[in-house]
């Protein structure tokens, strides 16, 4: 392997790169493109790749980008894009559509503030807008996890257990934008670890069909639960996909669930993408200073490893999560999910905390406010603000 310092757009690119081109002696890679801060350097770099078979799309607006992604799809070839913010929102009719059609496309969200007011620093609001549609959906916390994160997206998306969109996150600006030093697999490897992308309904010259015609509401409810079905068979290839990456690049990614000291634990906080190093190291420091504290980081928000969180905070009695995003007139979007995973457990309190909206900086002097406030409730409260809990 190649250890490059990078920025995370400049990874991502590298790794949506040598995936398609994994696929040139099958039916080749396709995507279409289309530029938004802090996302562009991802399809420029796409854009100047030379694949042996495969082409990167321009096109005039973010809802066409996910349409030239269905239409190369549906032609049976590994398909890629990338989009943020007020981007995703244009792109949504398609990205339920990409869903529906069962089409494996890998998209990176670089998480960025919805707008209006106008805003290019990172919320999780923009990927999290599309929690209902049908696509798996992971959120990386580094660079390394970010390529290793992409690779086994196209692994899982394209199973034929599972044949669903994934979405991979990144901090806009905090990640996209930052350097570190990465490992950037070779082809070889890549190709390896890569099988030849099979969409089994692709549409044929010698098989004539229609795609998206109407449908009876019995078929609409069959098909909806088949997605469901899909979804619930994620977990296990996600497992098989890591175990096949560890033996062929020699480390293993995190999975779904990821837990630091939390086996013992009486106090967890929760959170995802960069605010989970953070967390971490502050739950290491206290950990070190005889306190029991554990942290879990959250990575597959879709579908949501309910059981697999629960286990992992099994000890708990209290626990503080942290979103960077909001739902209004509801709270963080991790914790609800959260807190309906552990509807049998009436002995825990499950506290919000909305952090870091809008790109505000989340330091360890705030992680450790909202260690020291979630240690002293007996009892939750209505989501707290930064603001309120500094």
Known sequence: MSRELVTGNHATGYALAVAGEANRFARGCAGGAYPITPQTEIIEYLRAFEFTKGNITPVESEHSAMAVCIGAALGGARTMTASSSNGLAYMTENVFAAGYYRLPIVMIAVNRTLGPPWNIWVDQGDSLMLRDAAWVQFYAESHQDLVDTILVAFRVAEDPRVLLPVMVAQDGFVTSHTQMVVDLPEQELV???????????????DHPATIGGLTWPRETERHRIELQQAME??????????????????????????ADHA??????????????????????RRREAGQKIGFVRAKMFRPFPRQQFAAAVAS?????????????????????????????????????????????DVTPKFIEDVADDVERRRDWAEPIWKEVCV
């Open 191 to 205: 190709d390896r670890y890569l099988p030849p992308c099979d969409v089994p309904h692709r549409l044929r010259r």
């Open 233 to 258: 068979r994620v977990p296990q290839v996600l497992e098989e996909a890591l175990d096949e990456f560890e033996q062929v690049f020699g480390r293993r990614p995190a999975g779904a669930v990821q």
């Open 263 to 284: 086996d013992d634990a009486e106090t967890v906080l929760v959170a995802t993408n960069t605010m989970a190093r953070t967390a971490r190291n502050v739950v290491r």
């Open 316 to 360: 708990a009695r209290r626990i503080a999560v942290l979103d960077r995003n909001h739902s209004p007139g509801s709270g963080g979007i991790f914790w609800q999910e959260i807190v309906t995973s552990l509807r049998h457990r009436s002995d825990v309190v499950v506290q919000n905390y909305l952090i870091g909206l809008g790109g505000g």
